[in-house]
């Protein structure tokens, strides 16, 4: 049983950032043969590199597939740019009227208070925005998206993205929450956060107290693997959940990370189980540049969910989704379950195999 006590003893966050990996330079210090060092040393060149000691420890350096090494320790095959492959394959920046604001559906926004991470995953769909931007927190930065903000009552979610809104210090995000709660038509304020994951010393009762008042708060987390689950992200939920945040997760499909359908049952049952996170959506690999080699196909994705759909119960299962590029939002997609209908009779594939036929019965 997990000794939480134990596990709340953890490391003060800044050390654990202190102590990883923040600069190219930093990679000599890492277990890596000296191929491995050069290979890794050139793509981060082209992207930044970032990881706590804390996720960093989580690593295996004896095996070379490690699934927490594929996702922060930079590698050759990224340099390769495959043909279709796109530096802002979701259009964030065709849907930004103002600086460090997306406004692509009607009711929410993304903010951008900070374009800078805790832990740069290799795979991140905005590390074009990360490279060139790198911008950190201002109050002068963020005006105009606040007043863009306030003066369209039609946006109810505000959602802090980025980079990474959980690393920056508490006064700054005690500053950002009371602008967003002083306008009165937002009612609930939604965090993408990889913080809970690569660095949990860093969720405190100072930094849940920071985002606390009239504004529901709901913090998506972003787990790809049960291996990240450990007894300090378990105390971090736990801290948010007692905070009375809404927990969610969603994940990225990443060949040679959780592309089996065992590890996505344990990553789902134990994020559900042991952390009261719901998984919320499993995404497909975006179109990142040099991000072919983690990239499934989508079939490959369909048959997955479809074995999870009959391995967990509904409240473990995420949704398959693609977030097409040019701004088409996510998608769902599948499996479809629907073989073949007429008028009101369906011919529906049940969790079995069998195909079922169902009879829409209706009133007038």
Known sequence: MTDLKDAARAPDWQDDVRQGVRHVRDLDRLPLSPAERAAAQAAAA????????????????NDPADPIRAQVI????????????LGDPIADHAFSPVPRLTHRHADRVLLFPTYQC?????FCFRKESLTSIGRGYTREALEPALAYIADHPEIREVILTGGDPLSLPDKALAEIFARIEAIPHVRLLRIHTRVPVALPSRITSELVAALQGRLMVTVVTH???AREITPATEVACRTMRQAGFVLLNQSVLLKGVNDTVEVLEELCRELMY????????????????GMAHRRTTIAQGQALVEALRARLSG????????????GGGKVPLGPCPIEDRNEHTWRIRGQDGAVRTYREIVGE
Request: charged content about 25%; proline content about 9%.
């Open 74 to 85: 930079p590698s050759p095959d990224e340099l390769g740019e495959t043909e279709g492959e």
């Open 315 to 326: 409240i473990c299962n995420p949704v398959y989704v693609l977030d097409l590029p040019e």
């Open 223 to 225: 787990f790809n693997h």
């Open 118 to 122: 805790a832990v740069y995953c290799r």
């Open 46 to 61: 082209l992207h930044k590199v970032r990881a706590p000691k804390a996720y960093l420890d989580l690593i295996d350096w």
């Open 274 to 289: 042991r952390l009261g996170v719901k998984p919320y959506y499993l995404h497909h690999g975006d179109l990142a540049r």
